[in-house]
């Protein structure tokens, strides 16, 4: 069997240019491309389409994932295709991969099989340089601070309180923590100092939740990076970065185009994690494709506990979007896990696991229909392994939580695997357009807590409801952190968690649907740019570290610069 790197390199893939011309109707002179397959769309077409009406949002989302994975990038594609394949006018919203986990454990994160975008391997590794500028203003900003405090340190900024630290696109322990200005005088002052994964950074959230290079200017002033003696914010507008990070990020803001196996098109751009950032792609990108097609198909990262929470109650907030419904993927090896299936015990992944696990699914069924009043549609992966059985028991317990339930087959047939969950959507949105009386209400999805309640509150708002936690407990380093933002002004910003995904509690022990565990919140982040406080819950790392069989072993290059063992 073909492995999705061989099937991708298989592919015809058509000119960028004249394909999203015909495709889109748009001029090819708005376009710059990056090779043939590649482009991003001018931020002046971007305005230009802005008066246009929204057509239909579906938003891919997951149970708690497993190590294998589910398969949701590859339904998000496989859907987009499918859509296509019944007629429907589609366009695909997803985020760029991360060069940390392609070189590390999870690999490659372009969809799979035939279900993918291309061209795979750039989209995998540098693409079109978004998270080396994302990098590069970030640790700009860095220089500068330290920089500012070598020369005088006019803005009194502690050195005990700066918050800032640098970024690294790749999964590195060793510079979690570290030393900074070693070496004497002319090296500035020693101080404490890490990195995190470019994928955490505040600007990369900054540039997926900026409409605009001037809401993008602003967002980078309003950075805070540190606090004087005396507890006053520091800004980078008070340090005169915002003008040249924004010069850095002026062509990352503008949105990639790219194309599926099928010759559909897709935007890849951004990539907070959903783990530790906000988990979406653009939500420039995802206003731009709601203009430009009649279904737009995105996908927030890891589980709905995770990533939909955080796409309707931080994207969607900022950004007024509603999704017509939810897709919430599946696989039945994933359920067999969450019921407690072990590979090391023989027998272990009997129908008794399988029916065990099942209360993951109904708990995030329950979690998007209560809190955000979407239809959900299961969608269910299919491996060639599924027994009939397996695939019954699962369509029961959806008619018994009362949604559809659709088998997909987009991994080994592409869009014609996906045609009946395409149909199934297309169901969906015909609902929530005659319920609302447009094809796109002008109100935001429901969002899980007000604006106006406190930090703390917000934080136990998901928690509770969320995670069905029984109580939240904030070291004193958080709580203070609290009460100081909330007296800030901070205080009505939503909050974004950071804590393993999986599972719904911070113990990635815990599978199934757990109730009445506590989430620990070791510390807080004020992401005062890009406006939302960040709660760093459990053993979660802001720069994960290579695991013991790194996938970067597997990756090499022929003579002829062929690419293998990326995915």
Known sequence: MPTDIEIAQAASLQKILPLASRRLDIQEDSLSPFGHYKAK????????????KDGH??????????????GKTTTTVGLGDGLNHIGKQTMICLREPSLGPCFGMKGGAAGGGHAQVVPMEDINLHFTGD??????????????????????NALR???????????????????RDITVALGGPGNGYPR??????????????????????????????????????????????????????????????????????????AFVHGGPFANIAHGCNSLIATQTALKLADYVVTEAGFGADLGAEKFIDIKCRKGGLKPACAVLVATVRALKYHGGADAKKPG????????????????????????????????INRFDSDLIEEMAMIERCCTELDVPCVLATHWADGGAGAADLARAVVRACERSAALSGSSASSAPAAALYADAEP??????????????????????????????????????????????????????????????HTLHVREL????????????????????????????????????????GLF
């Open 525 to 564: 982040r004020l992401n005062a740019g890009a406006e939302f406080v960040v709660a760093i819950c459990g053993d979660i790392m802001t720069m994960p570290g290579l695991p013991k069989v790194p996938s970067a072993e597997r990756i090499d290059v022929d003579d002829a610069g062929r690419i293998s």
């Open 192 to 265: 404490q100092d890490g990195f995190d994964i470019v994928v955490a950074s505040e600007v990369m959230a900054i540039v997926c939740l900026s409409t605009s290079l001037a809401d993008l200017k602003r967002r980078l002033g309003n950075i805070v990076v540190g606090y004087t003696a005396t507890k006053q914010p520091v800004t980078a507008r008070e340090l005169k970065a915002d003008g040249a990070m924004a010069a850095l990020l002026k062509d990352a803001l503008a949105p990639n185009l790219v194309q599926t196996l099928e010759g559909n098109l």
């Open 157 to 175: 900024l502690d050195v005990r309180r700066i918050t800032w630290r640098r970024v690294i696109d790749m999964n590195d322990r060793a510079l």
């Open 348 to 379: 272990s992944d009997g129908p008794q696991a399988l029916a065990d696990g099942l209360a993951n699914l109904r708990r995030h069924v329950e979690n998007i229909q209560r809190h955000y009043g979407l239809p959900v549609i299961v969608s």
């Open 41 to 52: 769309l001018s931020l002046e077409e971007v305005q230009r389409l802005s008066g246009r």
């Open 57 to 70: 949002l579906i938003l891919v989302t997951a149970i708690s994932p497993t190590p294998p994975g589910e």
């Open 455 to 516: 930090l703390a509150d917000k934080i136990r708002a998901v928690a509770t409801k969320i995670y069905r936690a029984g109580d939240v407990v904030f070291t004193p380093k958080a709580l203070a952190q609290l009460q100081e933002w909330q007296a800030g002004g901070y205080g009505h910003f939503p909050v974004c968690i950071a804590k393993t995904q999986y599972s719904f509690s911070a113990d990635p022990t815990l599978r199934g649907a757990p109730v009445g």
């Open 131 to 152: 998270f080396h500028a994302i990098g590069l203003a970030h640790n700009l900003l860095a220089a500068l601070i330290d920089n500012h405090i070598h020369h005088g």
